[in-house]
């Protein structure tokens, strides 16, 4: 584990992922495309749900025509077995929001400090701000898979969430737990902290590892008070 340091910046906003980082919604995900894409006579092969995790909206409707239910990811057919695999999750998330151990904590403590607070996902914007509801609804700017800022690693997702904040890249830092997104916020130069074992890019000084969320969060608030 890599201890994180004091930054020599006085942090004001913190980006968040969301799936694997704040929540896990993936099994609701793997589950409705399995059982959609059988429907249809595709065969959602392990490979291809093992792709889903991060999965943009357009890299998900490549993996529905991929098993065979549907022609191409532009076909209409796609788009509909899609939306009924976002409406299941919708459903299962709304019924039982899969945060995970501290999310809402130190969410909500941040908050209290003054802290702003976005997040960036590839998730529909319907998940999204269920999920954000289940929060608190503490977030000042939500950039979804709906938004059409590209994916992850492309930078624009955490360039769009910082400049919707109208703030610097170096006012910000960014809990990731994927190196792709990893990659997008560093392609900002935004400073990373990444939940995990392992660190995703070992020479980068600007990206560091802990073990979860509780240990973020004597560092953000921390780096918030400076």
């Known amino acids: 584990m890599t201890t994180s340091p004091t930054p020599n910046f006085t942090v004001r906003a913190v980006l968040w992922d969301m799936d694997g980082t ?38 998900a409707r490549e993996l529905i025509a991929a098993t065979g239910a549907t ?16 409406h299941d999750v919708e459903a299962s998330v709304n019924a039982a929001p899969p945060l995970l151990p501290g999310a809402l904590r130190i969410t909500s403590a ?5 802290l702003a607070q976005g997040i960036v996902s590839a998730s529909p914007r319907r998940i999204v701000e269920n999920v954000a509801s289940a929060l608190g609804d503490v977030f000042a700017v939500l950039v979804t898979g709906d938004d059409g800022v590209g994916a992850k690693p492309d930078p624009l997702p955490y360039a769009t969430a ?61 780096w918030a008070d400076r």
């Open 162 to 222: 910082v400049e919707r904040l109208d703030l610097r890249p170096q006012d910000c830092v960014v809990v990731e737990d994927s190196p792709t997104g990893a990659a997008s916020a560093r392609g900002n130069g935004i400073h990373v902290v990444q939940i995990g074992a392992t660190k995703h890019f070992p020479a980068d000084p600007g990206l560091v590892v802990v073990p979860d969320l509780a240990s973020i969060t004597p560092h953000l608030l921390l």
């Open 71 to 86: 022609r191409s990811w532009d076909d209409p057919a796609t788009q509909e077995v899609f939306e009924a695999i976002a």
């Open 110 to 114: 941040l908050s209290e400090v003054g």
């Open 22 to 59: 704040l929540m896990d919604s993936q099994p609701f995900w793997d589950e409705a495309f399995i059982h959609h894409c059988q429907a249809l006579g595709g065969d959602p092969r392990p490979e291809l749900v093992a792709q889903m995790t991060g999965a943009s909206i357009r890299q």
